[in-house]
């Protein structure tokens, strides 16, 4: 079955950019049907929509972050990747990757990584 | 946009029934049926027990149900057991083509 891996730095500081990827294995990235998704959690919060990336390459985010927000996709490697500019504290975080499946579940997000930690401070 | 509402948290005793509400606008929850909802355990990822409203994936309990009316979408659990204490998150799709989540209900079974 398909299973997602977040990779990145896990300890930032201010103004940087977060730079993280998701490794997409058990299946193509490239299969239709599928929209790529980043999600985020704060500590103790609950959890936010930062978008998505389908194979073809059309991209969705959320409004409140789309000035600061990139995804990408690289069918060669199976991946695709969010970059978050100018970070502040407020983005620590728990960064999740998952599917959001339009064949079966419309829009479900039916697969998630494991999420990986996010800490911003100088 | 702005998140779905759900009560911060609810309680009930095993063997009971509670409803959690996911409150949004005729843009999300009240524009089309692509609401899901999910669980999540302390420390875990989480986990898609309802979508398309009130349609649930194959493994999860018939113990769990979705509906919608409006702008507001439901989950049901029925006959709670000491495992279904989570946090529980909707999430709809919207007329802009973008994902948003609730604020999260913390379900505490007694």
């Known amino acids: 079955q398909v299973q997602l891996q977040e990779s990145g730095p896990g300890l930032l500081k201010p103004s940087q950019t977060l730079s993280l990827t998701c490794t997409v294995s058990?299946?193509?990235?490239?299969?239709?049907?599928?929209?790529w998704s980043w999600i985020r959690q704060h500590p103790g919060k609950g959890l936010e929509w930062i978008g998505y990336?389908?194979?073809?390459?059309?991209?969705y985010s959320s409004p409140s972050l789309e000035s600061r927000v990139s995804i990408s996709v690289d069918t060669s490697k199976n991946q695709f990747s969010l970059k978050l500019s100018s970070l502040t504290a407020a983005d620590t975080a728990v960064y999740y990757c998952?599917?959001?499946?339009?064949?079966?579940?419309?829009?479900?997000?039916?697969?998630w990584g494991q999420g990986t930690t996010v800490t911003v401070s100088s | 946009q702005s998140a779905l509402t759900q009560p911060a948290s609810v309680s009930e005793s095993p063997g009971q029934s509670i409803t959690i509400s996911c409150t949004g606008t005729g843009s999300d929850v009240g524009g089309h049926n692509y609401v899901s909802w999910y669980q999540q355990h302390p420390g875990k990822a989480p986990k898609l027990i309802i979508y398309e409203v009130s349609n649930r994936p194959s493994g999860v309990s018939d113990r769990f149900s979705g509906s919608k009316s409006g702008n507001t979408a439901s989950l049901t659990i029925s006959g709670l057991q000491a495992e279904d204490e989570a946090d529980y998150y909707c999430n709809s799709y919207t007329t802009s083509r973008t994902l948003v989540f609730g604020g999260g209900t913390k379900l505490t079974v007694l």
């Open positions: 990336i389908y194979y073809s390459g059309s991209t």
């Open positions: 058990g299946g193509s990235i490239s299969s239709g049907g599928y929209y």
């Open positions: 998952g599917r959001s499946n339009t064949k079966q579940y419309y829009y479900g997000l039916d697969v």
